[in-house]
């Protein structure tokens, strides 16, 4: 039986968040990253560190608290008194798994009509495949999206327009123009195209190591949750595609110098060993790709 308090406690609200890289005080960063890595209690178990918001009688933050893998606690202060709760749409974890007849994929050929950007960087776009909003993870979605991104670029973040959904835009094209590349053999006709593998979209409740998954992104250096730059809206993650074996090359042009950087053109690799993470504004239609590594 449990005493008045414990039920009292019991009966409190509670957020679990997937990660802890953020600062409890109500601000910009604090309400992005609660609505993009707020989960279930299972899901926020298994990522390598979550969070607990427990709210009180009226609704205000009473308590935040982390913890990791090894069962270790740290209380995390709350630096407004003021913080209500909100209910949020609770996000799920869903794996890429390969399937030879998936409605999705990663790499393949550009489509014939799909038209990558007019652009003059000094690396080309590749074409890194299409996800289907036909998906239960995806029916936010307002049409497919074909996944392109100059990964072979120094670049912070690429922002696409997909108001035409089969010719998006660059809309920092001024920033994009005059990127640095991140390895010298790139050229802008360089050219890439890699093995198409099909994959269908499961729900699972921890990040299995593979190509890719969705709903809740997993960062290796920091949260950088991206605001839409024409709306001002917290975006929303759509993928995050991951350094895997299983996307190997079909065909470049790259022939590198040194020995050392041919790995990094026999497989779809984002900076070596990082991750390539995508969200996406539904009004506004922008995209936003970001590489994070360890």
Same mark, same amino acid.
């Given at each position: 039986? !449990?005493?008045?308090?414990?039920?009292?406690?019991?009966?409190?609200?509670?957020?679990?968040?997937?990660?802890?890289?953020?600062?409890?005080?109500?601000?910009?960063?604090?309400?992005?990253?609660?609505?993009?890595?707020?989960?279930?209690?299972?899901?926020?178990?298994?990522?390598?560190?979550?969070?607990?918001?427990?709210?009180?009688?009226?609704?205000?933050?009473?308590?935040? @608290?982390?913890?990791?893998?090894?069962?270790?606690?740290?209380?995390?202060?709350?630096?407004?008194?003021?913080? +209500?709760?909100?209910?949020?749409?609770?996000?799920?974890?869903?794996?890429?798994?390969?399937?030879?007849?998936?409605?999705?994929?990663?790499?393949?050929?550009?489509?014939?009509?799909?038209?990558?950007?007019?652009?003059? $960087?000094?690396? &080309?776009?590749?074409?890194?495949?299409?996800?289907?909003?036909?998906?239960?993870?995806?029916? #936010?979605?307002?049409?497919? =999206?074909?996944?392109? $991104?100059?990964?072979?670029?120094?670049?912070? +973040? =690429? #922002? !696409?327009?997909? &108001?035409?959904?089969?010719?998006?835009?660059?809309?920092?094209?001024?920033?994009?123009?005059? !990127? &640095?590349?991140?390895?010298?053999?790139?050229?802008?006709?360089?050219?890439?195209?890699?093995?198409?593998?099909?994959?269908?979209?499961?729900?699972?409740?921890?990040?299995?190591?593979?190509?890719?998954?969705?709903?809740?992104?997993? #960062? =290796?250096?920091?949260?950088?949750?991206?605001?839409?730059?024409?709306?001002?809206?917290?975006?929303?993650?759509? $993928?995050? !595609?991951?350094?895997?074996?299983?996307? +190997?090359?079909?065909?470049?042009? =790259?022939?590198?110098?040194?020995?050392?950087?041919?790995?990094?053109? @026999?497989?779809?690799?984002?900076?070596?060993?990082?991750?390539?993470?995508?969200?996406?504004?539904? @009004?506004?239609?922008?995209? $936003?790709?970001?590489?994070?590594? &360890?």
């Amino acid at each position: 039986m !449990l005493n008045k308090l414990e039920q009292l406690k019991e009966r409190k609200k509670k957020q679990y968040l997937a990660g802890r890289e953020f600062n409890v005080d109500g601000k910009e960063h604090y309400l992005s990253f609660i609505e993009t890595q707020i989960t279930d209690k299972e899901t926020a178990e298994n990522f390598f560190s979550h969070s607990i918001l427990t709210y009180n009688e009226n609704g205000y933050l009473e308590y935040a @608290e982390s913890k990791n893998q090894d069962g270790d606690v740290r209380e995390l202060p709350i630096r407004d008194n003021k913080i +209500k709760y909100r209910n949020l749409r609770i996000n799920k974890l869903y794996n890429f798994q390969q399937k030879k007849n998936g409605k999705n994929w990663l790499g393949g050929k550009t489509p014939t009509n799909f038209l990558i950007p007019d652009n003059t $960087c000094p690396g &080309s776009f590749q074409y890194l495949g299409k996800v289907s909003a036909n998906n239960k993870a995806f029916n #936010w979605l307002p049409f497919d =999206i074909n996944l392109i $991104c100059p990964i072979f670029l120094n670049f912070d +973040k =690429i #922002w !696409l327009d997909y &108001s035409e959904p089969n010719a998006p835009k660059i809309f920092n094209s001024e920033e994009v123009n005059s !990127l &640095s590349k991140f390895y010298d053999d790139i050229k802008p006709s360089s050219f890439i195209e890699y093995e198409q593998v099909n994959f269908d979209i499961n729900p699972v409740t921890e990040i299995r190591f593979g190509i890719g998954f969705t709903g809740i992104p997993s #960062w =290796i250096q920091f949260s950088d949750i991206p605001k839409c730059p024409k709306t001002q809206k917290t975006m929303r993650f759509l $993928c995050q !595609l991951q350094d895997s074996d299983n996307i +190997k090359t079909k065909r470049t042009n =790259i022939k590198p110098v040194n020995d050392w950087y041919k790995r990094y053109f @026999e497989k779809m690799t984002f900076w070596g060993d990082g991750e390539l993470f995508v969200f996406f504004e539904p @009004e506004s239609k922008i995209a $936003c790709y970001m590489i994070q590594n &360890s």
